[in-house]
């Protein structure tokens, strides 16, 4: 069986995936709650999954920075956490999210279409509320990704939703192929990833995430098969080559490979165990990526983190959280459709009360 389009087993008992209320439809990534399907059809719950599988990979990233541990190794001293940590989670879950933003961009404005008569203003308030949001948390986590996420929907996403699909796909694979060439990554690379999921969005591929696909090993085997010599390269030298070009490209490769790696997981026999870790993440991805912050600036001091070398204690704090999140949002989303975040933001993006079990 598929562990992309079957029935929720997270919704709340006896709730049906209506899209009555305002907000029904589906969001950007850090809110995913309803269906994902512009054509009003099942939810593609693989979304799901593979946002909660950035979550995890950008706890990793975030752990360092929100502590200030070591930024990068120095010479002459390896720690192999760090080293590891470079290699295959710096700069990887970032894309990630980024192209999952620019495919829900699409998905939502298509929802907001059928509910609102000036559904890219409604998009545009979402998008502000969001920057605020983000300009909060920078006091928690200077760097953060909401407040670049907003600026960077607001100036390209909204203006490019008016452009044929050839053409936001032609400016996304532009956008990308400059952003690697010319710069060390970061929010340089959002215009070009934001278009790439837009045109995703608009060729209707991500519906095809529930089926076998050929296509998708094809890609798993050739952005792996890329993203190795690159790899092989940066270890050499990882002080150096963790902030050039070809580390940019080999994010871009391996967070291919993760994606497409995790979609053909999902439809072998360990995929609906693996969903039900990964699901719950992705739905409150909002929640979970905010509450983190939370839990490492309340838990790094007695682990003694801040300022040091001590990747032991940071990756076993990210486990624990991770743990934590998964038993929390299973248990909120069997109550509710919506987490706590979620929910908030999705109150301002209409402007209105909506139920948190989306019942209306």
Partial sequence: MS?????????????????AEPGGSPEVPFDSPGRSDSSGGARVRALDAVRGLAVCGILLVNIPQ?????????????????????????????PVFSFLFGLSFAIFLDGAARRASLPRVVLLRRMAALGVLGALHQFLQPGEALLPYAIVG??????????????????????????????????????????LGLATARYGVHNRFDRPNATVALVFVLSLAAAAPLLYWQSGDIVRNSYSHGAVAA??????????????????????????????????????????????????????????????????????????QVLWSRWWLRRFRYGPFEWLWRCVTWWSPVSPRGTG
């Fill in 3 to 19: 562990a992309s389009r079957i029935p929720d087993p997270v919704a709340a008992p006896g709730e049906r995936a209506s899209t």
């Fill in 154 to 195: 607001i100036v390209v996403l909204l203006p490019a939703s008016w452009l044929p699909r050839v053409l936001v796909l032609l400016a996304g694979v532009l956008g990308t192929v400059a952003a690697v060439s010319l710069t060390h990554g970061g929010t340089s690379l959002l215009p070009g990833l934001f278009l």
């Fill in 251 to 324: 994010g871009l490769l391996l967070a291919s490979a993760y994606v497409t790696g995790l979609l053909l997981l999902l439809r072998t026999r360990v995929g609906p165990a693996v969903s039900a870790l990964l699901e719950p993440l992705g739905r409150m991805a909002l929640t979970n990526y905010l509450t983190a912050t939370l839990l490492v600036v309340a838990l790094a001091p007695v682990l003694g983190l801040p300022h040091s070398l001590r990747f032991g204690p940071a990756l076993a704090l990210a486990a624990g959280i991770i743990g934590v």
């Fill in 66 to 94: 929100i502590t200030q541990m070591r930024n990068g190794p120095e010479p002459g001293v390896y720690v192999p956490a760090e080293h590891w940590l470079q290699l295959l989670v710096q700069q990887r879950f970032f």
